[in-house]
């Protein structure tokens, strides 16, 4: 079983920059793929990155170029780095990891809120 815990979410003005912690502990990392989503009031919860473990990234469009995700494989942790955050990235940001190896199970951490606001 893998417990991820979040850290890192706040208040913050817009062109501000915030940085997303995630913990992982209770498996093998190397056997994720971890992501980090978020879900705004009202809407669905979107994918906003991903990385493997050889470190291949995947963003979502609106995010390209002003977040970089990265993991650091030898802590079990993973971050977020939040550049020039806009109004509409404010939401409660989640950390999940996805095991590539059967049986692909799949976990999620208890949220942060990130808020970009004046």
């Known amino acids: 079983q893998v417990q991820l815990v979040e850290s890192g979410g706040g208040l913050v003005q817009p062109g501000g920059s915030l940085r997303l912690s995630c913990a992982a502990s209770?498996?093998?990392?190397?056997?994720?793929?971890m992501s980090w989503y978020r879900q705004a009031p009202g809407k669905q919860r979107e994918l906003v990155a991903s990385?493997?473990?050889?470190?291949?990234?995947n963003y979502v469009d609106s995010v390209k170029g002003r977040f970089t995700i990265s993991r650091d494989n030898a802590k079990n942790t993973m971050s977020l780095q939040m550049n020039s955050l806009r109004p509409e990235d404010t939401a409660v940001y989640y950390c999940?990891?996805?095991?590539?190896?059967?049986?692909?199970?799949?976990?999620w951490g208890q949220g942060t809120q990130v808020t970009v606001s004046t």
């Open positions: 999940h990891a996805r095991k590539v190896k059967f049986p692909f199970n799949t976990h």
């Open positions: 990385i493997t473990w050889v470190g291949s990234t």
């Open positions: 209770g498996s093998i990392f190397s056997d994720y793929i």
